[in-house]
């Protein structure tokens, strides 16, 4: 009699026996479709955890800078306006097929800022009227010419005017202001050009297309300066600010972090202090954004505090000098993670020179942010703040000359160095590399010191070009200064104790 199989619809089990007896452990037998099932799912639900993901940074981004959304907004509207000029009949048989181009300026010349975009109309706007003037002219010239040497005639001029356009794109003062118009007169007579070969209506052409440009042109200008603005002025203005707060604040925790490592700060506090060591580098990485904050500003009109002719270029000289400080910092940051210890008594002997050092500079950086953040000319607190820091320059250099007498208690004789003192000393208490780098730390500070007077200066004269007002507000202002001051002190104070204990 034959064996009887049953049939299962669901998973079939296999049980195999050896030739000894023994049995292997049950195993279910999977078919295809439950293989291609599995894999179809584990494909949906991973496209779906992407989809999840990047639903999530989207979001985030627009929560962390909802202008990104409003300029997504503004592009969406002004692409709708045009879109019904190029709908309505009596605009469309006036221009004909030409009318895409109005559309295509919206798309191509709508930036974020107000500048950047009213730079971009200009130029376009520029570009294409001269490319079309010129490229008539050239018709016309070659059309007299006959018809065997017409493309000879076109093809020449086509070679010269491109090739000039394109060499004024590497002048440095035509390419920070019509670098963008150059290229289009470039595509611009290239076309217009080369289409009158074939096109009898040459002059209509061209005419249809200046008008279409000119209408994306005006509805962009119109459309970024009437719903939610921004200035790129005034972003070049706010950047400086923030960037010399980052400034005092890295310069602070950098050298409060340095003489400060007795190891009983909190976890939050040493994550605050590294947060503030980051700074400086922002200050470091914002040379193209100021370089292009400050060309766009040029083209703006008056708005707010800041006029037609406002000095840009003066926020520029602005941010070299903080650059020239950022650097030092970036020093003292290489200083702290030196694999050279320091000795304890050294440290302790600059400890406090250099930290006074450090709060009054990092407290005069503050007090120009905040000139420049209210637009008020310097107070009598600026120059009190510059002199304590010349103050407390001085008594660290002061301090400088006394440690070959701390490091050798008897008198050194004025033909020997420092390095021949310590050697020949019977009992020296600190060698020489563990002297470097403390001093060159407070080496440092000193050189900041003087950079920092550089960027008073162009405060000062950033504050005579464009007027800023008379500080008519000097009790709260004081207030602010003095609160100031005496949160360094205390900082000051804290460190040098906890340098006592080490």
Not at 368 to 386: G, I, N, Q, W
Request: one cysteine or more; proline letters at 3%; aromatic letters at 8%.
């Amino acid at each position: 009699m034959a064996p009887r199989k049953e049939v299962f619809e669901g998973v079939e089990w296999r049980i195999r026996v050896a030739a000894d007896g023994s049995s292997e452990a049950l195993v279910p037998a999977t078919g295809l479709a439950r293989n291609a099932w599995l894999g179809l799912k584990g494909l949906i639900s991973g496209f779906a955890l992407k989809v999840r993901m990047f639903v999530k940074k989207a979001w985030d981004v627009g929560t962390n800078d909802p202008r990104k959304v409003i300029h997504c907004i503004k592009v969406g509207l002004a692409l709708a306006i045009v879109s019904l000029f190029y709908f309505m009949r009596p605009f469309y048989d006036g221009v004909g097929g030409n009318a895409m181009w109005a559309v295509m300026t919206v798309v191509v010349v709508f930036e974020p800022t107000v500048g950047a975009t009213l730079y971009k109309c200009f130029n376009r706007v520029l570009g294409t009227f001269l490319a079309g003037f010129l490229a008539v002219g050239v018709h016309w010239v070659a059309s007299q010419s006959g018809e065997r040497v017409e493309p000879f005639v076109v093809g020449a001029s086509v070679f010269l005017l491109a090739s000039a356009a394109t060499f004024s794109r590497l002048i440095p003062s035509v390419k920070s202001r019509f670098d963008y118009g150059a290229l289009i007169f470039i595509l611009t007579f290239s076309f217009v050009a080369v289409s009158g070969y074939r096109v009898d209506k040459l002059f209509e052409l061209a005419h249809h297309r200046i008008s279409t440009i000119i209408i994306g042109s005006s509805l962009c200008i119109l459309v970024i300066m009437l719903v939610c603005p921004i200035w790129s002025g005034q972003e070049l203005h706010s950047l400086i600010v923030r960037n010399m707060d980052k400034l005092a604040d890295s310069l602070d925790g950098c050298v409060t972090q340095y003489f400060n490592q007795s190891g009983e700060g909190t976890n939050s506090k040493e994550e605050a202090t590294d947060n503030k060591l980051q700074g400086y580098k922002c200050v470091l990485s914002s040379k193209a954004s100021e370089e292009s904050m400050a060309n766009f500003g040029r083209w703006e009109p008056s708005h707010g505090q800041f006029n037609f002719r406002h000095p840009w270029k003066q926020y520029l000289k602005i941010g070299a000098s903080m650059r020239s400080c950022a650097y030092c910092i970036e020093a003292l940051n290489s200083c702290i993670k030196s694999e050279n210890q320091a000795a304890k008594l050294i440290k302790q002997h600059l400890g406090s020179g250099c930290l006074k050092v450090s709060s009054s500079s990092s407290n005069v950086i503050r007090e120009l942010a905040e000139t420049v953040k209210t637009m008020k000319k310097k107070s009598s607190t600026t120059d009190l703040l510059a002199e304590e820091m010349k103050s407390a320059v001085q008594g660290l250099q002061n301090d400088f000359k006394t440690i070959p007498h701390l490091l050798n208690p008897s008198a050194i004789p004025g033909n020997k160095t420092l390095e021949t003192a310590c050697s020949e000393a019977t009992t020296p208490t600190v060698t020489l590399m563990e002297l470097v780098p403390v001093v060159t730390l407070a080496s440092i500070l000193i050189e900041i010191s003087g950079r920092i007077e550089a960027l008073v200066d162009a405060v000062e004269e950033l504050a005579k070009l464009a007027e800023f007002g008379i500080n008519d507000d000097k009790s709260k202002h004081s207030k602010m200064t003095d609160k100031t001051v005496s949160d360094a002190k205390q900082q000051t104070e804290g460190t040098m104790k906890a340098l006592q204990r080490v």
